[in-house]
């Protein structure tokens, strides 16, 4: 049971990290700035979708174990960059963006808890 779940979750971590570069890919293209913007976007939107996923699984027994464990554990983590927001934060500290590093990480983590919650509340009301 042990090596299922393990490859449950490399797989979708897998596919949540190959999401994760194809979108930070595509909006840095769309956005150049010195605001880590495409990162910030994954960081939301994967706050929404793990509260989603978790508002599905609290709705009864629609989500095997295996499911949410592929969905929350691997898609999720895969996805969303918290290690890359670190890193970001500290290159904006470096450069002397203090500015852009308060709206970064203050708007990340408001807007990312808020977004979880968003995302659960969705699904209580479906």
Request: proline share 4%.
């Amino acid at each position: 049971m042990m090596i299922k779940n393990i490859l449950v979750v490399g797989l979708g971590g897998g596919l949540g990290s190959i999401a994760r570069f194809l979108c930070q890919k595509y909006l840095y293209e769309w956005y150049p700035h010195p605001f880590p913007f495409p990162t910030f976007v994954v960081n939301i939107v994967g706050c929404f979708l793990i509260g989603v996923f978790f508002g599905i699984a609290e709705k009864g027994n629609i989500l095997s174990p295996e499911m949410r464990i592929f969905l929350i554990t691997g898609i999720c983590g895969g996805f969303t960059t918290f290690s890359s927001f670190a890193n970001e934060g500290v290159a904006l500290l470096k450069s002397g963006d203090f500015l852009y590093f308060s709206l970064y990480v203050t708007l990340s983590v408001v807007l990312g808890i808020a977004a979880t919650f968003i995302g659960i509340a969705l699904l209580k009301i479906i």
